[in-house]
Antibody, heavy 121, light 108 residues
Framework: QVQLVQSGTDMKKPGASVKVSCKASGYVFTTYTIHWVRQAPGQRLEWMGF????????KYSQKFQDRVTFTRDTSANTADMELNSLRSEDTAVYYC??????????????WGQGTLVTVSS | SYELTQPPSVSVSPGQTARITCSGA??????TSWYRQKPGQAPVLVIYKDTQRPSGIPERFSGSISGTTVTLTISGVQTEDEADFYCQSTDSISSSMVFGGGTKLTVL
């Protein structure tokens, strides 16, 4: 069965960087995109962007494009999200999800369990 | 920036029909998906491409579209359906995905 398993809870100081990992199994990793979505406490879901697992092509939300980097390792079936210059507003649960594409439209059929990142001095 | 608008809350009694709306200018041309999220859990896809239901999602979940509004309908609501529901679509101008603000479904 399809599974996305994420790395564990992390705590960082303002100005630091954080990397969240997502390991995929149960499907051919390179046939889908991996999207990253975050959710601050009590807030809506917020799309951060995606990486094409086959080509490595990335698309970042304009809000994050100066601070975030997505990578993938096709030999390990993993995708990583690194967010730099952290501030308290980045405290959130970060999810990876599998993107199903139809032209330039996506829906997300499987999700990781989420990774809580806390930014605090 | 492009926005999807949902009502903050919807309340129904068990067995009734719940309708949750999502409005956006591009919805007639961009597919919409719906996700259910229970407290402390990851979202779960319940409707995609406006009206399609993934395998494993009960038939009481359905989607429809009329003009710039898409609607998630839950027939015969059960107490286990209590959750936050989010719509998601595409901003074709920026090629970015967008989520609505979420609707809290309360089953009284």
């Amino acid at each position: 069965q399809v599974q996305l398993v994420q790395s564990g809870t992390d705590m960082k100081k303002p100005g630091a960087s954080v990397k969240v990992s997502c390991k995929a199994s149960g499907y051919v990793f390179t046939t889908y995109t991996i999207h990253w979505v975050r959710q601050a406490p009590g807030q809506r879901l917020e799309w951060m962007g995606f990486i094409n697992a086959a080509t490595g092509h990335t698309k970042y939300s304009q809000k994050f494009q100066d601070r975030v980097t997505f990578t993938r390792d096709t030999s390990a079936n993993t995708a990583d999200m690194e967010l730099n210059s952290l501030r308290s507003e980045d405290t959130a649960v970060y999810y990876c999800s599998r993107g199903n594409r139809y032209y330039d439209m996506y829906h997300f059929d499987y999700w990781g369990q989420g990774t809580l990142v806390t930014v605090s001095s | 920036s492009y926005e999807l608008t949902q009502p903050p809350s919807v309340s129904v009694s068990p067995g009734q029909t719940a309708r949750i709306t999502c409005s956006g200018a591009q919805l007639p041309k961009q597919f919409t998906s719906w996700y259910r999220q229970k407290p402390g859990q990851a979202p779960v896809l319940v409707i995609y491409k406006d009206t399609q239901r993934p395998s494993g999602i009960p038939e009481r979940f359905s989607g429809s579209i009329s003009g710039t509004t898409v609607t998630l309908t839950i027939s015969g609501v059960q107490t286990e359906d209590e959750a936050d529901f989010y719509c998601q679509s595409t901003d074709s101008i920026s090629s970015s995905m967008v989520f609505g603000g979420g609707t809290k479904l309360t089953v009284l």
